[in-house]
Nanobody, 131 residues
Framework: QVQLVESGGGSVQAGGSLRLSCVAS???????????MGWFRQAPGKEREGVAS???????RYADPVKGRFTISQDNAKNTLYLQMNSLKPEDTAMYYC??????????????????????WGQGTQVTVSS
């Protein structure tokens, strides 16, 4: 069983920055390097969408709207996944979720941006960007 807990959300003005964190806990040390980890977001009335992922081979992918502004990283020693968000825009406003693909679906050809490929989810952290 894996638990994911996000933090770091808040309210900022357009152009500001936030850093989201996702701490993973399990019966033993969470092997980040073994699984694909992702950040997703969901705005009111919209479907959940992939924002960024870090694959088993450390391959990093970003959704087009956040390229050049968001950075995904991880600290294995702290069992923590991060999402650094710079130059925030009002359209970035959403609930942000951390997810883990322990079923290796993305690793073996799945699409990193599809929520259905990930089997563990955090509760989310709200990000609100005002203009």
């Amino acid at each position: 069983q894996v638990q994911l807990v996000e933090s770091g959300g808040g309210s900022v003005q357009a152009g500001g920055s936030l850093r989201l964190s996702c701490v993973a806990s399990a019966a033993s040390a969470f092997p980040y390097s073994k699984y694909c980890m992702g950040w997703f977001r969901q705005a009111p009335g919209k479907e959940r969408e992939g924002v960024a992922s870090m694959g088993r081979d450390a391959r990093i992918r970003y959704a087009d709207p956040v390229k050049g502004r968001f950075t995904i990283s991880q600290d294995n020693a702290k069992n923590t996944l991060y999402l650094q968000m710079n130059s925030l825009k009002p359209e970035d406003t959403a609930m942000y979720y951390c997810a883990a693909d322990t079923g290796l679906r993305v690793t073996y050809g799945g699409r990193w941006y599809l929520p259905t490929e990930f089997n563990y989810w955090g509760q989310g952290t709200q990000v609100t960007v005002s203009s």
